[in-house]
Structure formats: C-alpha cells, structure tokens
C-alpha cells in the first residue's frame, strides 16, 4: 500500500506501482530474493515528491517502511543536458582533431624548413638564396595559422623547393660544361713558345678551381670564369702578337735565301714554307678579330704549335740548302777551270 506524499508541507497526490519479484523468499538461494520495483506514475506534479511505501507480507515478521522521493522535470530540461553534453563532445573532438593536424602540420613544416636551412648553408648562390629565403618566408608567416591554411602553404612549398633546386642544378650543369669547355683547351698538349706556356699554365689552374664551383655559388663562378677568360684572351693576344712579329722576321729571311738554293731545294722550301704560311693565317685571323671566340683562339695556338714544330727543323735546313748551292758552285767552276776567274768567283 502507499501512504501520502508530501511535498513542500501539501498534499502532492500521486501513484506508485510496486511489484515484488519473485514472490517468494527460497531460502536455499538467498542471493536470488525478492526485488521491490517502483514505478512512479505521470499523476505526479512537476517537482519533487516525498512519501512512504509500506511493504507487507506473510514471510515479513512485520510490514517495511520505506521512504520515497519521486523528481519530475519537463522533458525539454533533460534534454538540455545531453544537447549540451553533445556539442561539447563535438568541440572537444574538433578542437582535438585540429591539435593533432596542426602538430603533423608543424612536423612537416619543421622537416622542410630544416632541409632548406640545410641547402642555404651548403649552396651560397644569391640568387639559389634569395628564392629559398622567400619560401622559408611563406612557411614561417602560416606557422602560427590554422591545420588547413599551414597544410595548404606546406603542400606550395613542397613542389616549389624541388623545382627551385632542379633548376639550380641545371644551371650549374650548364656552367660547369662551359667551364670545362675552356679547360680542355687550356689542357691540351701544345708545344708552344714561352710566351704562350706560361700564359696557358696559369690559365689551366685558375680555371681547374673555378670548374669545382666554389661554395656552389654559380654566379660567382661565372664571373670568375668571365675574368679568366678574358685575362686568357689578352694574354694570347699579347703572345700571337710577339709570335706574328718572330714569324715576319722568318719569312722575310727565307724570302731573300730563296733565290740562292739550288732549284730543287727552292721548290721544296717554298713548298713547305707556303704551307706553314697559310697554318699562320689562323693566329692573323685572331690577332685582326675585335671579339676573337674560344674557336679563333683554338685554331690560333694549333697554328702556332705545328710552326713551332715545323720552324726548328726548317731553319736548320737552310744552311744545309746554301751548302749544296756553294758546293754545286765549287763543283762548276772546278770543272770548267774557272776557279779563279774573277767573273765565277764574283
């Protein structure tokens, strides 16, 4: 049975429904006795209700007292609770998703500006700088963004590294076979005045350090290599010169012992003369040019070291060519008895 309720010193008038299951105590399974369920009814007034329930029954000594309070609240208030419980659980899900893409964020953005701190201290190329700088720049300036915003600057910068030090690389290929280009010049085994061996052998250990691309500072390099090539120029322009003179000098000597050998002997050094002559032209052609290219200077020392070559032996055989015209000359005036007539003798 169920006594009154009371509720704030009134009457609240309300019904319970009170079961007992089982509904009988078997005491051989004392851990399965009767449980009292109550269920408050919807008579019940919106607050809270207090009252007793009275339990009575043939295995009770006694009937049971038991005190009961029945809360009631609108329906609308229990679900503020829960609506409230889920957007929390929702920011604290948003907000724990967005910590953990900002931290992958920044340990992605940690590895590319490391690798880009890496490649400004190795490369010292100012233009190689300049554009690194600008994306460590772009990479910094979002560190502090959002996940998406850093993340989107991340996946720019990615490519644009790679493209700016693939470009890089194809810049310094193309120095670095132009370099090599002029020391392969400079290394070739030419026989060569004094004038022109000491000029080469600077130039070839100037530019063997300026092919190493120092620093990786292309920029750099090429001016360096500007320079070298244009001391090489001057200086083999000052030896052609020096060289053009020595030639002249040869030339006009041979030009005024020609008439004295023997036939034979004159056509074989105007033979071999001419030849050497035109060789010569090559280094006149550099000498005359205003911008002589690494073509001209080229042809230049290959004329000069075939002459240089040929000039030693050439002019050894001059005097062998006067002897045999002295001796054909003392062979005809013997012969004729005329070795003391003053018109053979003269």
């Known amino acids: 049975m169920a006594e009154t309720f009371l509720k704030d010193g009134g009457a609240a008038l309300g019904s319970l429904a009170v079961t007992v299951a089982p509904h009988a105590y078997d005491p051989s399974a004392p851990q399965k006795g009767p449980q009292l369920t109550l269920q408050a009814?919807?008579?019940f007034?919106?607050?809270?209700?207090?009252g007793k329930v009275r339990v009575s029954g043939d295995q009770l000594a006694q009937p049971v007292t038991i005190p009961v309070s029945v809360l009631r609240v609108p329906t609308s208030l229990v679900l503020i609770p829960i609506l409230a419980g889920l957007v929390l659980g929702y920011v604290i899900r948003v907000r724990t998703e967005e910590q953990i893409a900002k931290k992958n964020a920044l340990v992605d953005a940690g590895r590319l500006l490391a690798r880009i701190a890496q490649e400004l201290a190795s490369k010292e190329d100012p233009g190689?700088?300049?554009?690194?700088?600008a994306i460590r720049k772009e990479v910094e300036d979002k560190s502090a963004a959002k996940a998406a915003e850093l993340r989107a600057v991340l996946e720019a910068a990615g490519p644009k590294l790679t493209k700016t030090l693939t470009d890089f690389e194809t810049r310094k290929s193309a120095f670095i076979a132009e370099?090599?280009?002029?020391?392969?010049?400079?290394?070739?085994?030419f026989t060569l005045p004094d004038t022109f061996t000491n000029l080469i052998e600077s130039a070839r250990?100037?530019?063997?350090?300026?092919?190493?691309?120092?620093g990786n500072n292309v920029a750099e390099a090429k001016k360096s290599l500007a320079a070298a090539e244009d001391l090489l120029m001057l200086g083999a322009r000052d030896a052609a010169r020096s060289w053009d003179a020595r030639w002249q000098e040869t030339k006009a000597v041979v030009e005024q012992l020609l008439?004295?050998?023997?036939?034979?002997?004159?056509?074989?050094?105007?033979?071999?003369f001419g030849t050497a002559d035109t060789t010569h032209a090559k280094v006149k052609e550099f000498l005359l040019s205003t911008a002589p290219s690494l073509q001209?200077?080229?042809d230049a020392l290959e004329a000069v070291h075939r002459n240089n070559m040929l000039l030693g032996p050439f002019l050894n055989g001059l005097p062998l060519g006067l002897q045999n015209t002295i001796d054909r000359l003392n062979l005809e005036m013997k012969d004729r008895n005329r070795a003391t007539d003053p018109e053979w003798v003269a």
Not at 259 to 272: G, I, K, Y
């Open 259 to 272: 008439p004295l050998l023997l036939p034979e002997d004159r056509a074989r050094v105007q033979t071999d």
């Open 296 to 298: 001209q200077l080229q």
């Open 205 to 214: 250990a100037t530019l063997a350090r300026i092919v190493e691309v120092p």
């Open 179 to 189: 370099a090599e280009a002029l020391l392969q010049l400079v290394r070739r085994k």
């Open 45 to 50: 007034q919106q607050g809270e209700s207090q």
């Open 41 to 43: 009814g919807d008579d």
């Open 128 to 133: 190689l700088q300049k554009e690194l700088l």
